[in-house]
Structure formats: structure tokens, C-alpha cells
T-cell receptor, first 115, second 113 residues
């Protein structure tokens, strides 16, 4: 089945640790995105990538890092510099350059909790 | 500043009644408009979109939305609500040629039997 897969579903981080959230898609989409969702709030964009080996900061990039070494993969690292990382993280993809402004497809999310 | 507003945090509807979830936007130019639904602890699912053409757009699960350019609105509607429609609904807007989506804060829809 085609889709976008996030892992793990639940993740616990100790203070001062870096953790990496995985996002893989087999939809052959060019564009990929990372969002953060907090209770009662909409989605806030962390980073996005329009093409391999290129990515752009979103609205809340501080304390996060990404890479896009392969078209199908867009991992997000939550660093110790992110002071309030407990949240629900969503990865998404869209066709991108071959069809701009098409709908995004979302993974099932990773819930990160600082312990 | 460009923004999307969903003025109701929560909408309560009796099963079988029509439902409306409101969305207004403030962006420059001609936007693309989207509705997504989110069930608890899950990702978002695409419902429908307006790109151009007919102002009434039909989407998944019997939902539809009406684009009103003069009122800058894109309200989500369904003629007869189901209990299974209970979820969190998000309106989003993108500008033509721009990858980024501008999101509303979401509206919790509760359908009571």
C-alpha cells in the first residue's frame, strides 16, 4: 500500500537528550513537511523540503533539525535545545513541484513526551 | 498577516441534522482551500479542496464545502450528520505557487445520538 509511515508512535525523551523521529513515504512525492500539534492549537510548521538535499525552516524551527538525503525519507531530530518538546508530531508529503498546491498526505503521528 | 479563522472551537449537532463547520480566511491573491479531518491520536485525512471552478465542492464521506469569494469563506457542510463524523476538523489555505499551508486552529465536531 502507498502511504506515509511515521515511527515510533510513542517516544519518551529524557531531559538533555536528542531524539530522532522517522518519516518515510512511498508515494513518490517531492515535498515533505514536519508539523507540531499542541492541544487546542492548529498545526505549526517546523521544516519542509521541496526536493532532495534541500529543506527550509518553518515557523518554529528552533531546537529542531532535519535531513533529506533520500526522496522517501525526512527524519526530524528534536535536540536538547528544544525546551518544550512534548507534543504530537506529524509528517506529511505532497506531490510538490510536479503539481503544486495539491493536498497533503499525513502519517499517523508520533507522540513525544519528556520524562 | 495572512490567517485562517475557525470561529467555533466546538460544534454540537444531533445525529441526522445538517452540520456546518465555519472557516474564513484572510490572504492575498487567489488561494487554494482545503478541509482535513483528524480522529483522536491519528494523522489528518484529506476531505476536499477548492482550486478553481464550481464554488460547491464535494468530498469524502458525504461532506461538501462552499467557496464564497466575497465573504472569504469556505464552510464545510453535510446534509445529515452521523455519530462517526465526530472528530477534529481543520481548514487550511495555500497560496498559489507556495508550498506552505496556513492552518486554522481546528473545530471539534460532536455528533450526539
Amino acid at each position: 500500500d502507498g502511504g506515509i509511515t511515521q515511527s515510533p508512535k510513542y517516544l519518551f525523551r529524557k531531559e538533555g537528550q536528542n531524539v530522532t523521529l522517522s518519516c518515510e513515504q512511498n508515494l513518490n512525492h517531492d515535498a515533505m513537511y514536519w508539523y507540531r500539534q499542541d492541544p487546542g492549537q492548529g498545526l505549526r510548521l517546523i521544516y519542509y523540503s521541496q526536493i532532495v538535499n534541500d529543506f527550509q525552516k518553518g515557523d518554529i524551527a528552533e531546537g529542531y533539525s532535519v535531513s533529506r538525503e533520500k526522496k522517501e525519507s525526512f527524519p526530524l531530530t528534536v535536540t536538547s535545545a528544544q525546551k518544550n518538546p512534548t507534543a504530537f508530531y506529524l509528517c506529511a508529503s505532497s506531490i510538490g513541484s510536479r503539481g503544486r498546491n495539491t493536498e497533503a498526505f499525513f502519517g499517523q503521528g508520533t507522540r513525544l513526551t519528556v520524562v | 498577516a495572512q490567517s485562517v479563522a475557525q470561529p467555533e472551537d466546538q460544534v454540537n449537532v444531533a445525529e441526522g441534522n445538517p452540520l456546518t463547520v465555519k472557516c474564513t480566511y484572510s490572504v492575498s491573491g487567489n488561494p487554494y482551500l482545503f478541509w482535513y479531518v483528524q480522529y483522536p491520536n491519528r494523522g489528518l485525512q484529506f476531505l476536499l479542496k477548492y482550486i478553481t471552478g464550481d464554488n460547491l465542492v464535494k468530498g469524502s464521506y458525504g461532506f461538501e464545502a462552499e467557496f464564497n469569494k466575497s465573504q472569504t469563506s469556505f464552510h464545510l457542510k453535510k446534509p445529515s450528520a452521523l455519530v462517526s463524523d465526530s472528530a477534529l476538523y481543520f481548514c487550511a489555505v495555500s497560496l498559489r505557487g507556495n508550498y506552505q499551508l496556513i492552518w486554522g486552529a481546528g473545530t471539534k465536531l460532536i455528533i450526539k445520538p
